[in-house]
């Protein structure tokens, strides 16, 4: 299989493709290791996960280079995802502590205990950071991994094999299989005792059908979203604006987090908001991962054409383009179109687009919000705080900010939202919870008869 750079169209990364008895090999390996490694002390595993972030931090250049290579990213963002990589090992370790760790007194114990082999199915958009978000926690917690990295950015991938060695992982521990659909379904049949995914909503759902009956099968499903921005009011048009630009744009649009629907009151307000975004978009800096960008290009040309395809579609339904996609090879400009009143599908667009409506009064707003089957991320752009303290528990998103861009998350918080955004197991910090299962101990120091009633 080959990696192409989606600007250039250069080879950036070449090898082979698993097969099913390749992906069996890994996972028989892995099977192997965990004993042993589910057995190894905590100390030691928390120590090789801190050597991790050592062997990132050193890596930091040629990590940020490879996500760039395959992706488009500019390299001021691949830089920044290289390094959430490294933090990322001690987010983990203090969750780990909190949500999994071991406590016990003289009458009871609580331990926990990791599920097995894990089997990560990478995202291209974030190819080091999001499975590092899978991984970390997972060997934290005593289990071993298989890994299959995005197609799209197997080189990528191919630097956490390597990044094992300098943490001194035990053979079989983290294996790396690369590939596309073959080998993915190869590692859904294998002998697995858990899926961390993230990635498209069906996808993640075709995943969840595949293992209906199979509750011994821990599966943690990140899936996007067809997310919200409320602006409501704000002093500042521009700082407004910003958010919202921020919110729609970063990463090409890129992000399971970036807002895709700008909900805006009609009226001079509104008008103005959209017309300094129309500015924004103007004049933003779209070009190669070393110049000095806001944005790169999206993954491929396919997936350009994909979204000149759907902005197509909305047109057809009704939209109306107050600044159209324009495309360059795998080069999109932002994309802004009002659809208010429209009938437009309920689908994550993965691509600089924001489709604008327009409704009046906050309870409309909210509602309007709320309808989509996603719940990852919204926010509410708002002077008010009584105003934020009145919609934050009416959201439902899993994420949900108040004057900041929807594309704000912490490591050192949970990410993860109900409807088709997930499965209830959130990310980053509670990563922990689906690494380990609870094992709870009543303790006596000698036998004894139990204390029964009388019959």
């Keep these: 299989m080959k990696s192409t750079n989606p600007i250039t ?16 090999a890994a996972v028989a390996r892995a099977r192997d290791a965990f004993h042993s490694f589910s057995l190894t002390p905590l100390a030691d595993r928390i120590a090789m996960m801190q050597r991790w972030g050592e062997a990132v931090t050193q890596r930091r250049e ?4 490879a996500i760039s290579n395959a992706i488009g990213k500019p390299m001021w963002e691949a830089r920044t995802e290289a390094g959430a990589m490294a933090a990322k090992v001690g987010h983990s370790i203090r969750a780990q502590a909190e949500r ?10 609580l331990h926990h205990r990791p599920h097995g082999v894990m089997a990560v199915f990478g995202p291209f958009n974030f190819p080091g ?82 293992f209906a009956g199979k509750p011994n099968v821990i599966l943690a499903l990140e899936m996007g979203g067809n997310n919200p921005l ?19 744009y970063i990463s090409a649009g890129q992000r399971c987090s970036c807002a895709r629907r700008l909900i805006l009151p009609t009226g001079a307000f509104g008008d ?28 491929s040309e ?38 208010t009143g429209v009938d437009v599908p309920d689908e994550e667009i993965f691509a600089p687009f924001l489709q604008v409506i327009r409704v009046d009064g906050i309870d409309a707003q909210i509602a309007q919000a709320n309808r989509t089957r996603f719940g990852l991320a919204a926010g509410l752009v708002s002077d008010d705080a009584q105003l934020w303290d009145y919609t934050r528990p009416r959201l439902r998103a899993g994420i949900a900010n108040w004057n900041k861009p929807t594309t704000g ?47």
Excluded at 232 to 246: K, L, P
């Design 230 to 248: 409320i602006i409501h009011d704000a002093a500042d048009v521009d700082a407004a604006a910003d958010i919202a630009f921020v919110s729609a």
């Design 409 to 455: 998350a912490a490591s050192s918080m949970p990410f993860g939202g109900p409807g088709l955004s997930g499965n209830f197991r959130p990310g980053a910090y509670y990563a922990a919870d689906y690494c380990a299962w609870p094992q709870a101990s009543q303790i006596a120091q000698s036998p004894a008869s139990p204390t029964l009633p009388n019959f």
């Design 100 to 109: 999994a760790g071991d406590r016990s007194d003289a009458a009871m114990a």
């Design 302 to 339: 396919h997936a350009a054409k994909q979204a000149l395809e759907f902005e197509a579609a909305l047109v057809q339904r009704g939209g109306r383009g107050l600044t159209r996609l324009d495309c360059d090879g795998a080069f999109l400009r932002p994309g802004l179109m009002d659809v």
């Design 129 to 210: 950071h999001l499975p590092n978000g899978h991984i970390v926690p997972a060997l934290l917690a005593g289990n071993t991994v298989v890994f299959k990295p995005s197609e799209l950015a197997p080189g990528v991938g191919a630097i956490f094999a390597e990044l094992a060695v300098a943490a001194g992982l035990p053979d079989g521990v983290l294996n790396i299989v690369q590939g596309g659909r073959d080998t993915g379904a190869a590692l859904l049949g294998a002998d697995i005792d858990g899926l961390l995914f993230t990635g498209s909503a069906a996808t993640g759902t075709f995943f969840h059908k595949h």
């Design 272 to 299: 103005a908001v959209l017309d300094r975004i129309q500015q924004r978009i103007a004049t933003v800096s779209i070009g190669k991962p070393d110049e000095d960008v806001f944005m790169g290009s999206v993954v």
């Design 62 to 65: 040629d990590i940020a280079r």
């Design 9 to 24: 169209g250069e080879t950036v990364w070449e090898g082979a493709e698993a097969n099913a008895s390749d992906v069996k």
